[in-house]
């Protein structure tokens, strides 16, 4: 691998990179996506507008609480991985679907270098949309208090760090889910029931041992996660608690599944033959 | 015969009539459906609670006579045999139905309309409304044979194990089971043809409807919690239907939804779905 080779697949990641996002952003069809990733900010900006309107203080302790909640629960959980599915599902199956992989598989670029290219496009388009919907609910929670209450928050309090670590757990919770994903549309046909068996599990998390937890991506974004709420419900009482992994091994782990995701979806697009009259 | 001298002619075949034409679609459909082996598997599968129900019905009826073989007298039944039983059994098998509806529903359409296959039928005697009943049949009844009708022929069992004053006092679970397994049934089922009809791609759609559930749970979660209010809740389509089958099965009700708030909603969701299905299956599409 001479220095002329990188250059090649750095000039082809980026072309591939360019089509990529400009059929991602641009796609109708991917128009849930922005409503999925735009809800929470909907609902920050209206409640923000609505106490703004009735000149009431909010407070700020208990407001970041529920954008805690809300970030865990539903965006995490909900928005980001029903987000994923939808992007990088489509990045190899959907095009099969569509019988216009193989322009691509045509054309002189390496699979690996192609499927990095898709993978990378993947992960902008959905850190872009996500983390632009979580800084934005955070500017509704932050607007509509006192203005010296959220410089204190921001400056003196270390919301500054929370702001930056929900931003970053977005975009890493993108990489993650990203290459679990990736791989799930290579190994199967239909992989709706594949995705549901990663939600029960990612779901049940909190109520698995220790070991296993470590095999979800969301253990590792639950580390990252500034305010960490608790397990609700019927059956809270059956979750089990962990000492929360340091950032440091947090992201490596998230980013060592991103890694195994796009490894072995290496070895599968290596092999890619399509047969469209089967898809 | 020679090519030249073949010309057009009328069919002059028998005609099926003009009632039964929807059931062309599904009978061609299961034979489709049941070439999966996955999908042949997990349609047994669903059989399996109904089994366990059969059996506990009948612990439940002989348990005097059960304890009686171990040299027990007067024990009794620790399984009532009631309308909050087959509550239970709704909520064993509805997820089963669901889960089964995602993996039929969101071939139905969309294949057809991917394809560009829906001129094909609706070029014959065939209308869009016989189009929507003759594909909706496929879920109804793959649904109900493992939902409503065994619920009844449990029901039936219990009757007959019972007697006719348990059946005359309890006259009103077998309306429950009905009622409550069909809202479940023609809410899915219409959610999936509409999602099917808009999301040409059906792995999508499939995704989508588990997402309109699951979704539609946390969002409304969120909506309460941000917004300090109620209504939230509405949007959560499991609360809206379990506050429907406390109500028919006469159970307290622990969610803030009202009944009458559950079946409006429940009704607007039906016909937001069926305005979806007009809206996209027309004989004539414009490609951009």
Same mark, same amino acid.
């Given at each position: ?9 750095? +000039?082809? /990641? ?11 952003? %641009? !796609?109708?069809?991917? #128009? ?32 970041s609480l529920i954008f805690a909640a809300m970030f865990q629960f539903f965006y995490l959980r909900l928005a980001i991985f029903?987000?994923c ?35 990378? +496009?993947? /992960? ?11 800084? %934005? !609910?955070?500017?509704? #929670? ?16 270390g919301?500054?760090g929370h702001?930056l670590a929900y931003?970053g757990t977005a975009a890493l919770a993108c990489i993650g889910y990203?290459g679990v ?16 068996l990663v939600f029960l599990w990612e779901g049940a998390n909190p109520f698995l041992p220790a070991l296993l937890k470590r095999l979800s991506v969301i253990f590792y974004l639950h580390s990252l996660i500034p305010i960490s709420v608790p397990a609700q419900g019927d059956f809270a009482f059956l979750a089990i608690l962990s000492t929360p992994t340091p950032a440091y091994l947090a992201v490596a782990g998230l980013l060592l599944i991103a890694l195994a995701g ?18 | ?213 699951f979704?539609?749970?946390g969002?409304?979660q ?67």
């Amino acid at each position: 691998m001479n220095h002329d080779s990188w250059s090649l697949w750095r +000039a082809q /990641v980026a072309a591939i990179l360019r089509l990529e996002i400009k059929k991602n952003f %641009l !796609a109708k069809r991917g #128009l849930w996506i922005y409503l999925l990733a735009a809800a929470p900010v909907v609902l920050m900006w209206v409640h923000a507008a609505l106490n703004l309107r009735d000149h009431r203080v909010c407070d700020l302790g208990h407001d970041s609480l529920i954008f805690a909640a809300m970030f865990q629960f539903f965006y995490l959980r909900l928005a980001i991985f029903f987000g994923c599915v939808g992007v990088f599902l489509r990045l190899f199956r959907g095009e099969m679907m569509e019988k216009s992989l193989h322009y691509y598989l045509l054309a002189p670029v390496r699979r690996e270098v192609l499927l990095v290219g898709k993978y990378l +496009a993947g /992960v902008i388009t959905t850190s872009i949309i996500f983390c632009t919907g979580t800084a %934005l !609910a955070l500017i509704a #929670l932050l607007v509509h208090v006192p203005r010296t209450a959220a410089e204190q928050y921001l400056f003196a309090g270390g919301g500054l760090g929370h702001v930056l670590a929900y931003i970053g757990t977005a975009a890493l919770a993108c990489i993650g889910y990203g290459g679990v994903f990736l791989l799930m549309g290579f190994l199967f046909r239909n992989p709706v029931v594949p995705v549901v068996l990663v939600f029960l599990w990612e779901g049940a998390n909190p109520f698995l041992p220790a070991l296993l937890k470590r095999l979800s991506v969301i253990f590792y974004l639950h580390s990252l996660i500034p305010i960490s709420v608790p397990a609700q419900g019927d059956f809270a009482f059956l979750a089990i608690l962990s000492t929360p992994t340091p950032a440091y091994l947090a992201v490596a782990g998230l980013l060592l599944i991103a890694l195994a995701g796009l490894w072995l979806a290496a070895r599968q697009v290596r092999k890619l033959e399509i047969n469209y009259g089967v898809e | 015969m020679a090519v030249y001298k073949r010309s057009y002619h009328g069919y002059s075949g028998a005609l099926t009539p003009e009632w039964s034409r929807f059931a062309i679609i599904p009978r061609y459909a299961y034979r489709r459906l049941f070439q999966s082996k996955i999908m042949t598997a997990f349609f047994v599968l669903c059989f399996v609670s109904p089994l366990v129900f059969l059996s506990l019905i009948y612990v439940a009826n002989s348990f005097g006579s059960i304890a009686g073989l171990f040299g027990a007298k007067g024990a009794r039944s620790p399984i009532t045999i009631d309308g909050e039983f087959f509550l239970i059994y709704l909520g064993v098998q509805s997820p089963l139905a669901f889960i089964l509806a995602s993996f039929v529903g969101p071939g139905l359409v969309s294949t057809d309309l991917s394809n560009r296959a829906l001129t094909l039928y609706l070029a014959r005697p065939f209308s869009r409304v016989e189009y929507v009943i003759g594909k909706m049949s496929v879920l109804l009844v793959l649904l109900s044979t493992i939902t409503w009708i065994p619920g009844l022929i449990l029901f039936g069992v219990q009757s007959a194990l019972a007697g006719g004053g348990w059946l005359i006092h309890n006259l009103w679970v077998a309306w429950a089971i009905f009622a409550g397994f069909w809202i479940w049934i023609l809410v899915i089922a219409l959610t999936a043809l509409a999602l099917s009809a808009w999301v040409k791609w059906k792995i999508a759609a499939g995704a989508l409807l588990l997402g309109v559930f699951f979704v539609g749970a946390g969002l409304g979660q969120a909506i309460n919690a941000v917004l300090d209010v109620r209504w939230g809740r509405l949007i959560n389509l499991s609360d809206v239907f379990a506050a429907v089958w406390s109500n028919l099965f006469r159970m307290p009700n622990g969610r803030d939804i009202s009944p009458t708030s559950a079946w409006i909603m429940l009704a607007l969701v039906c016909a937001s779905c069926i305005w979806l299905l007009y809206r996209k299956l027309r004989a004539v599409e414009v490609v951009r």
